[in-house]
């Protein structure tokens, strides 16, 4: 085995030439990991290539490790001169060792920002080297300084990628965030509560996303099977927290921007005709992509099937107190709960009517359950179907909540889950008398 210092620098020098070398017989390389072996008991080299995996025998690393670590730090210090090779070959065998080294992670940015790396080898990097570490914060905080680089004006159409990203900027940025959402879920597996790979998470929706409907619809969907499977995972169901909150956000300021497009057609007459079937399509989409109280009670389904399902889970209980506040709270939103006018021909009536906000909506109300026996006169729009079919916002109210609290104090034979649900009740009573 190497002692001296010259036969550790050949030692390292070899496996470091290996790492590249196993890198450019198989770019596809998607884990990394240490295999046991605490002596070289074989005269080859301890890098071991098998399908995607790669494998760093461990009796190597305390050479390696310190080796290629002080000589970086050398070159920081200007007192050791290294070529732009040598300093990806250096950087990429430290960070797949010892992602958390900032010094080494700075280094790969101005090369990025030289032109000599191209940010996507360190987007591959960042994934491998979470395969190991999954919460390293550095390589988070790095993964979002290279999407920032590849979101910028300037990057996207002067980008030249071999097929990863070689589509249009639109097409680029769904494939950074289908690929980003896949980063974090494997992260987020791996590592229990893992704050970390949730939080760049939302930082992708945010920036890359922008927040849209069906990227939050689609969030929704896609985390519902993974937080099943995780029902003590806090950062999971917050995850989720925010996304409804984002979307009662999104439906509040679409249906602002409604009313105020409304606003100025009644003070325009020339140009509601305009742009009349074109503000009809956009309600008419932003109606179907949006049913909040349908998505709410998804959710409370979801959660209240998995407190009887897996009974005893806090993190469950605390999800449903957050939820129930989110639903309270969108109930408050007079843009929620009033009744926008629509802008199809057919609703004509309301539109004439001089009743104050409150009684239209009391009125319509009537209409859908078929109370009203003006309303049957009227014929049985697509409309009115919808509006049949929705939830109604009482099954999210305080009795149903109540009773639920009851049913599992008189089924369950777990402590804890009795314990829950008797916060629980204090926090509603609590709640709700504010």
Not at 96 to 123: C, H, M, Q, Y
Not at 333 to 356: R, W
Request: proline share 5%; glycine share 4%; with cysteine.
């Amino acid at each position: 085995m190497a002692e001296s210092p010259e036969e550790v620098a050949v030692l390292v020098q070899r496996v470091v030439k290996d790492i590249r070398n196993a890198f450019q017989r198989n770019p596809h390389i998607d884990e990394i990991g240490l295999i046991p072996c605490p002596e070289a008991r074989y005269n080859r080299s301890p890098i071991v290539l098998v399908e995607n995996k790669l494998g760093v025998e461990s009796w190597c690393v305390k050479f390696l490790l310190p080796y290629v670590h002080n000589k970086l730090l050398l070159y920081r210090q200007r007192k050791q001169w290294l070529n732009k090779d040598e300093l990806i070959d250096i950087t990429c065998t430290l960070l797949l060792l010892n992602p958390d080294f900032t010094t080494a992670w700075n280094v790969r940015k101005e090369l990025i920002l030289s032109g000599t790396l191209n940010p996507l080898k360190d987007l591959h990097l960042g994934k491998l080297a979470l395969t190991k570490f999954p919460k390293s914060p550095e390589t988070w905080i790095h993964r979002r300084w290279v999407l920032q680089q590849l979101i910028q004006e300037n990057s996207l159409p002067s980008l030249v990628t071999k097929g990863n990203l070689g589509a249009a900027p639109v097409e680029r940025i769904h494939r950074l965030v289908q690929e980003e959402m896949n980063v974090c879920s494997e992260a987020a597996g791996r590592y229990p509560s893992n704050y970390n790979a949730w939080s760049h998470r939302i930082w992708v929706l945010q920036h890359l996303g922008k927040l849209t409907v069906k990227v939050l619809l689609d969030e929704l969907s896609s985390t519902k099977y993974w937080v099943s499977m995780h029902v003590s995972d806090h950062s999971g169901f917050h995850y989720r927290q925010f996304l409804l909150k984002s979307l009662i956000g999104r439906t509040v300021t679409d249906k602002s921007i409604l009313v105020q497009n409304q606003m100025v057609n009644e003070q325009n007459p020339s140009l509601q005709k305009e742009e009349e079937s074109a503000g009809a399509e956009a309600a008419c989409a932003e109606e179907q992509s949006v049913d909040l109280p349908r998505h709410l009670e998804e959710e409370l389904e979801l959660c209240t099937e998995l407190i009887d399902t897996y009974p005893g889970h806090e993190t469950l209980w605390c999800h449903r107190c957050v939820f129930y506040l989110q639903h309270h709270l969108s109930n408050k939103l007079p843009l929620l709960n009033a009744m926008v006018p629509s802008v199809d021909s057919s609703d004509e009536t309301l539109n004439n009517s001089h009743h104050s906000p409150a009684t239209s909506h009391m009125a319509q109300a009537m209409d859908v359950d078929g109370l009203n026996e003006s309303s049957s006169k009227q014929g049985y729009t697509q409309e009115t179907k919808r509006l049949k079919r929705a939830p109604m916002q009482d099954s999210l109210g305080p009795e149903m909540e109540y009773r639920f609290i009851d049913k599992v104090l008189s089924t369950c034979r777990d402590a804890d889950q009795a314990r829950f649900a008797t916060a629980y009740r204090k926090w509603l009573v609590t709640f709700l008398d504010q």
